[in-house]
């Protein structure tokens, strides 16, 4: 599972992933289910210096994806971006935009 | 009290037969006068009644606030600091106030500009924003910091940059004027201007000139993961970090699409600003002296009366370099039709 944050007064990307191929089945459809919950809010007309945060599973059913707006999250998909964030084990990456983190 | 639906000339009628008190007929006039123009011909005609200056009521007046969103989420949060307070023990508190202070004043003092909607709006700040936020943004209706995470920005460095906090109320202004897309091109210019007058509202509180002045957009604000010396160079695009990709010319732009993709900058905004940041540093040292005079008023006036919201680059360049000839003439203008054509947009 990937958390990408880029735009901001930077413009930079910084990527920070962890491995949740050690988690039970349920809790992985749990975490499923939570990031195909977060798409329903809209990250709406891009505005100045806002940060977007892309959140993406990847496992053997597939792959999950959804963009949010950094400052405009509900409670459980911060929390979702939290627990990445600061997972022990978790990589961090940073780079420009267009390019992304290395 | 009056009712505010009266016309204005009724209201100063009334005063003048001393059917109202003074005092109250202004503030009931300024008050109805939602229109600038009509505010300024309410201004006029109070004046030309011969009443103090203090008499005016306050939809002029400066009015700033800062609040402390406790590392929180919730906006504005708590507030720590009105106008007419003295300093806070929160350092992060007055670097906000003391900048939005230096930012207002001179938008009203060099360009006569009152406040981001040029209507007297209140300018309120908030910082603490969440733990370790590495952003400050102008929020639609006030600006927000972070404290920095101290990997991507110092900690404390956001609100006490004047080129930062300069930057995000810019963003303001932009929006309540040409309302420049915040995609691609547009976005570009948008990005620009915000820098523009947040390195020459940083040099004119250092009273530089435009050769003195380091172009520099957050000089010594970076954390641990970047390496220079400032978020942006406006003198040498692409230089102030081991990540800036910006460019300084037409043939290095950078194509990216605005999908919504956190990694694409909405069609590459912080990136291509580059070029436009670029063309205001050879108009500023190209004309010399200091870059709030001529150049910064050509830049505003093209902001405010001639871009549109899908302005392109060359719109930009077309744009400044009619403000130029209509507001200097033709050295000026060319000037800055020279600067265009070096980093390849006309
Ligand atoms: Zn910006």
Redesign the pocket.
Known sequence: MTVVRGGG?AGLVSSTAVDTSALASADAEALRARVRMASLTDAGAPR??REIVEILIEDDAGAVTTLVNADDLAPGVRELIEWVESAPGRTEHFGPPGIGPA | MVCFILPTHILLEMAEAGELDTREAVEAAVAAAGMRERRIAVTALVQSMGLDAELMPMAFAENKSVYDAQNGALLPGVLRRGEKDGPHADKAVNDAFDNADKTYDFYRDVLGRHSVDDNGAKLVSTVHYREGYDNAFWEGTQMVYGDGSGKIFKVGSLAADTSVVA??IT?GVVEFTAGLVYSKQSGALN?SW?DVFGSVIKQHTLKQTADQADWLLGEGILGTQLQGTALRSMKEPGTAHNFDRQPAHMDDFVVLPDDGNPRNDNGGV?INSGIPNKAFFLVATGIGGHSWEAPAKIWYDALATRLQQNSQFKDAADATVASAKELYGEPEAGIVRSAWQEVGVL
Do not use: V
């Open positions: 007064l100045p210096d | 930057h995000e963003h990005e915000a912080h």
